[in-house]
C-alpha cells in the first residue's frame, strides 16, 4: 500500500510536515501519491481506493495546505455518519500539526447551541454529516457561500439515493465552490454520472492497492439456505456441460468432506482437496484434474491456492469466504486468458451482509438469480427441503397465519396454552400473537415450527378446523 514517495519530497507547509512527523508517516500511500499532487493543483477530483488505503490524508493533506487559520469557512467535508465524520476531523487534527486550523465536527445529535456558539467564533474547516450541516445552514450559523473547498468521504454513500438531495441542497448553496473532491471505495456508474453534473472535468483516479484483477466473467449469486446449498449445488452440477471444469469452494475442511460425501452418494464425480490430505495425495489429484479426468473438485481456500488449471469454466461458492479478497482469488481460477466463466455464489440470510460487502469493495456486478430448473428428462438428484431457519426472523420466529374461515380461534392466553399442549413447548417458543384481517397471526420458534405445522393439520383449535400457512 505504500510507495517511496517521501512526504518530504513534497514542498508541504513546515506545519504539515511536522504533523505527518508526529504521526510517524514517511511515505505516502499510493492513493496519496496519486491524488495529492492533482489535488493540491486545484483540480477536481474523483479518488477510488480500497478500504484502508488512506483515503482521509489524501483529501486531508491538501485541504489543510489551502486553509487559512483565519476564523473564515474554507472547507467543507462531508461524511455519511457520525462517527466517520469525527474519525476524519481527528486525523485532520494530527495530521496539521501546529497549523492552528480550526477543525470542527458538526453533525446531529449534540447540543445545537453550543456547536452554534462555536461556529460563531470562527471555524476554518467543518467535517460535518449533510443533516446538521444544512439545519445549521437554515439557522445562519453557516455561509454556505464561503467554502471554496468541498470534499465527499464514502462519496458513493454520499451520492447515492437516500443522501442525494441533501447534497444537491447544500452544493447549490457552496456559490464560491472551486474544487471538489470526492473519495470512495467503489464508484458505481450511477454515481459517477451524478457526479459529473457538479464537478468540472474531474480526474478520475483509481488506484488498486493490490493487483486484484476481476475476471471478465458473469456472475450470478441465488438466495439459498444452508438446508438447500447442496441442493442448490446438485442443480448447477447437474447443468454442467461435457467440456465444463468446476472448482467448488468452501470455507472449511469439513464442509468440504461433507460436501464431497453426499455428492459422491448421489453419483456425481468430484474429487474433496484440502489441507488434510499428504502432499502427494493432492498432487495426484492435481494431475488428474488437469488432465480433465476430474471434472469437479470441491476446495477450501489454502488448499486451491496454486490452482493454475486453464480450463475452470464454473466456479461456485458454496460458502461466501470470509475475506474479502479470497472471493477474487476464488473466482479468478476461471475466465483465464479471455475464456469465458461462470461464478456462482450460494447466499444464505447469514451470507448475505458478507456478499454485500464485497460487492461494494470491489464495485462488481453480481446478478441475483434463481437456480437453474432441470434440463429436460433430467431428475432431481438432491431434494429440496423446507428451511424454516431462512424464513425466521432475528429472534429465530416464524410467523404462522391461522385462519378458520374467519372465526375466532380463543384469546392469546387460549392459542398460547393450545401450541404449550399440543407441541409440548415451552412458552417462549410461542411469540407475538395477533388478530388481522380476520386471521390470527402466531409467531412460533423455527425449532418448533414443524411440530406447530403437524399439530395445527391433526387437531383443530377451539373446535375448529384451521388452515395454516407461512407469512414472508
Ligand atoms: P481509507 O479512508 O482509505 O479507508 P484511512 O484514511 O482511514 O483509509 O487510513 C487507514 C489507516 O492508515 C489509518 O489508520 C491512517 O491513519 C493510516 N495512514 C494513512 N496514510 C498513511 C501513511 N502515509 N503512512 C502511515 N499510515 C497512514
Ligand atoms: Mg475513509
Known amino acids: 500500500m505504500f510507495t517511496n514517495t517521501r512526504f518530504k519530497s513534497w514542498n508541504l507547509p513546515d506545519n504539515l510536515h511536522q504533523g505527518l512527523d508526529s504521526l510517524g508517516w514517511e511515505f505516502a500511500t499510493q492513493v496519496q501519491k496519486d491524488t495529492i499532487p492533482l489535488a493540491r493543483k486545484g483540480l477536481d477530483l474523483i479518488g477510488q481506493a480500497r478500504t484502508g488505503s488512506g483515503k482521509t490524508a489524501a483529501f486531508g493533506i491538501p485541504i489543510i495546505e489551502s486553509c487559512k487559520p483565519n476564523g473564515n469557512l474554507q472547507a467543507l467535508i462531508l461524511a455519511p455518519t457520525r462517527e466517520l465524520a469525527s474519525q476524519v476531523s481527528e486525523e485532520l487534527n494530527l495530521i496539521q500539526g501546529d497549523s492552528g486550523l480550526v477543525i470542527m465536527t458538526v453533525y446531529g445529535g449534540t447540543d445545537l447551541e453550543k456547536q452554534a456558539r462555536k461556529l460563531q467564533d470562527g471555524v476554518d474547516i467543518i467535517v460535518g454529516t449533510p443533516g446538521r450541516v444544512m439545519d445549521m445552514t437554515k439557522r445562519e450559523f453557516i455561509k454556505m457561500d464561503s467554502p471554496t473547498i468541498f470534499c465527499l468521504d464514502e462519496a458513493d454513500r454520499m451520492l447515492d439515493m437516500g443522501f442525494f438531495p441533501d447534497i444537491t441542497w447544500i452544493i447549490e448553496r457552496m456559490s464560491n465552490r472551486d474544487q471538489t473532491l470526492l473519495f470512495s471505495a467503489t464508484f458505481p456508474q450511477e454515481i ?10 474531474p480526474e478520475f483516479i483509481l488506484t488498486s492497492s493490490e493487483e486484484l484483477d ?15 446449498k447442496l441442493w442448490a449445488l446438485s442443480r448447477l452440477l447437474l447443468r454442467m456441460s461435457e467440456d465444463d471444469q468446476t472448482i467448488i469452494f468452501c470455507n472449511t475442511k469439513r464442509m468440504v468432506d461433507l460436501a464431497t460425501q453426499r455428492l459422491k452418494k448421489k453419483e456425481f464425480m468430484v474429487e474433496g482437496l484440502h489441507g488434510d490430505l499428504s502432499q502427494n495425495q493432492r498432487e495426484r489429484l492435481l494431475e488428474r484434474y488437469k488432465s480433465g479426468e476430474i471434472r469437479t473438485i470441491i476446495a477450501t481456500d489454502v488448499a486451491a491456492r496454486g490452482i493454475d488449471v486453464d480450463g475452470i469454466t464454473l466456479v461456485i461458492n458454496y460458502d461466501i469466504p470470509n475475506d474479502i479478497d479470497s472471493f477474487i482469488h476464488r473466482v479468478g481460477r476461471t475466465g483465464r486468458i479471455g475464456r469465458s466463466g461462470e461464478a456462482w455464489s450460494l447466499v444464505s440470510k447469514d451470507d448475505s451482509a458478507q456478499l454485500s460487502k464485497i460487492i461494494a469493495t470491489y464495485n462488481l456486478d453480481i446478478v441475483e438469480s434463481k437456480i437453474p430448473e432441470l434440463g429436460e428428462n433430467q431428475d432431481e438428484v438432491i431434494n429440496h427441503q423446507e428451511d424454516f431457519q431462512e424464513t425466521s426472523n432475528v429472534f429465530g420466529f416464524i410467523t404462522l397465519e391461522l385462519d378458520a374461515s374467519g372465526k375466532s380461534l380463543g384469546s392469546s392466553r387460549e392459542i398460547m396454552n393450545w401450541f404449550v399442549s399440543k407441541i409440548r413447548c415451552d412458552e417462549l417458543a410461542v411469540g407475538d400473537i395477533y388478530f388481522e384481517d380476520s386471521t390470527t397471526k402466531v409467531e412460533i420458534h423455527s425449532s418448533k415450527i414443524g411440530l406447530a405445522i ?16 407461512i407469512v414472508n
Not at 459517477?192 to 472535468?201: G, L, P, S, V
Not at 476481476?214 to 438447500?228: E, K, L
Not at 403437524?454 to 400457512?469: F, I, P, Y
Open 192 to 201: 459517477i454520472d451524478a457526479a459529473n453534473e457538479f464537478m468540472k472535468e
Open 214 to 228: 476481476i475476471p471478465p466473467i458473469d456472475m450470478y449469486s441465488v438466495s439459498v439456505g444452508r438446508a438447500n
Open 454 to 469: 403437524k399439530a395445527l393439520e391433526k387437531h383443530e383449535m377451539n373446535g375448529l378446523k384451521v388452515n395454516t400457512s
